[in-house]
């Protein structure tokens, strides 16, 4: 397990070494316009910038809109009290608030498994068949499909290499699809 994170006593978060750069998906724009300013980002502009991926990344883990609320707010509330102390660089904030984010809602989850339904919408249908996904498997198609990190982050947040990423979030995407009644 990584180091601890000041301001969350009972939070282990796993650091994200070796990230950097511009990211993936959604924030590489965002992330090239902090990382060229010269003072870092507020807390208020991290989560005005980001709560938005947290909310999804915890939506597709949780599939429960109260739910996901209540961890992305959590997982916000424990970023802000590192944030000042943790000190991360602009090109790494996605990273590890997405980190934090994951590994609160892998110690706060209370059901070992959302029951898998069959769903009446094509939506409904692939929440379903995430469910009954392995956890590893889940959280990189998560991080990969609603947060739009590339594979190296994936494999910074939750410790593995990025192709052991690449593989689970495609094992997974499979299996959704597989699940949801679509073929390919």
């Known amino acids: 397990m990584g180091p601890r994170r000041a301001g969350a006593a009972d939070a282990t978060i796993r ?9 993936e998906g959604w924030f590489g724009d965002v992330v090239r316009v902090m990382a060229e300013a010269t003072a870092a980002p507020s807390f208020d502009e991290v989560r005005q910038l980001y709560g938005a991926a947290v909310h ?16 992305a707010n959590r997982a916000l509330g424990t970023a802000e009290a590192a944030y000042g102390i943790d000190h991360p660089e602009p090109s ?7 980190g934090i984010a994951c590994e609160d809602v892998r110690r706060r989850r209370r059901t070992p498994r ?18 009954a ?46 699940g949801a009644g679509r073929s390919g």
């Open 15 to 23: 650091p994200c070494p070796g990230v950097q750069g511009r990211l």
């Open 56 to 71: 999804r990344f915890c939506l597709v883990v949780l599939g429960e809109a109260g739910a996901a609320e209540a961890a």
């Open 92 to 98: 790494n904030v996605p990273v590890w608030l997405l």
């Open 114 to 131: 959302r029951t898998t339904v069959a769903g009446s919408t094509e939506l409904e249908a692939a929440l379903g068949a995430a469910a």
């Open 133 to 178: 996904l392995p956890e590893q498997e889940l959280f990189a198609a998560a991080l990969r499909g609603a947060a739009g990190l590339g594979y190296a982050e994936i494999g910074s947040v939750l410790g593995t290499s990025p192709e052991a990423a690449r593989m689970a979030c495609g094992w997974a995407m499979r299996r959704i699809r597989t």
